[in-house]
């Protein structure tokens, strides 16, 4: 005798294609992983999505976005892409790129002041379809505007991010996915998933990111900083390390040595 399937388990049968809320959406599209293996099993199609609007929130502009984006733009690179920025607020440092394993050769920096500007090269680039990831800083995007962004994305095959201040998060986009990038003093970046298709995710990644340049010059006490700001947290200091303290003597070492 066979069981009657459920309501549910027939509407699934019925349509494969269906998504539910409560689990993470498969991408119809193409993806290229984020370099971090964390984030990928978190987003849906396991990477960075193509031919849609990807939006990195930070604190600080133009610091938190290279950290977060810098392992997928370097296979972009690697793989012949072009890499646009659009207006960032700082000038992009060549020899920082270069740490991250990120041609010049394959890097444009676009200067466009006024927001109009900012709007206009970034929909043209969109419907060029000639990059492989465009980067684009829009902090006074308008509601309507992301729409339209959204819109030419689709048409675009790389990879495009919408840099955006943190207040942002509280206004609508229409960015499928939008990401809020923290830094945190151990060298890690925090990184919140404030919209995907899928489930809602409570808890931060907490992502290692040491910068390239500054990784060989670490001791072991600067590559957790936060233990020297704390004294209270047990210290691990290696055996060989200058300045380690002597161990505690025994009693009887102790009166032999009196």
């Not at 500007?117 to 992301?146: D, F, H, I, Y």
């Not at 691990?236 to 040595?257: F, K, N, T, Y």
Request: positive net charge; charged residues 20%; glycine residues 6%.
């Amino acid at each position: 005798m066979t069981t009657p399937a459920t309501p549910s388990l027939r509407v699934a049968t019925a349509l494969p294609n269906l998504w539910r809320g409560s689990e993470l959406g498969c991408q119809q599209v193409a993806t290229r992983s984020t370099g971090w293996s964390a984030l990928d099993r978190e987003l849906p199609g396991g990477g960075w999505p193509c031919r849609t609007l990807t939006e990195v929130l930070a604190p600080q502009p133009a610091i938190m976005e290279w950290r977060l984006l810098s392992p997928a733009l370097r296979q972009v690179a690697a793989d012949g892409g072009q890499i646009v920025a659009v207006a960032p607020p700082r000038q992009p440092y060549l020899p920082g790129l270069r740490l991250e394993g990120l041609d010049e050769r394959r890097f444009v920096w676009i200067q466009a002041e006024a927001p109009a500007q900012r709007l206009w090269v970034t929909e043209q680039l969109l419907k060029s379809n000639a990059c492989g990831a465009v980067l684009a800083w829009l902090p006074q995007a308008r509601p309507e505007q992301l729409r339209r962004l959204q819109c030419c994305a689709q048409s675009c095959d790389g990879l495009v991010f919408l840099c955006r201040p943190e207040p942002a998060r509280h206004a609508s986009s229409a960015a499928p996915l939008r990401l809020l990038a923290t830094p945190r003093p151990d060298w890690e970046l925090e990184v919140r998933i404030l919209k995907r298709r899928g489930p809602t995710l409570d808890l931060p990644l907490m992502l290692p990111s040491r910068p390239a340049g500054l990784a060989p010059l670490l001791t072991p006490r600067l590559q957790y900083p936060s233990r020297l700001l704390r004294p209270d947290l047990p210290q691990e200091v290696p055996s060989h390390a200058v300045g380690r303290p002597a161990p505690a003597l025994l009693p009887r070492q102790a009166s032999a040595i009196q």
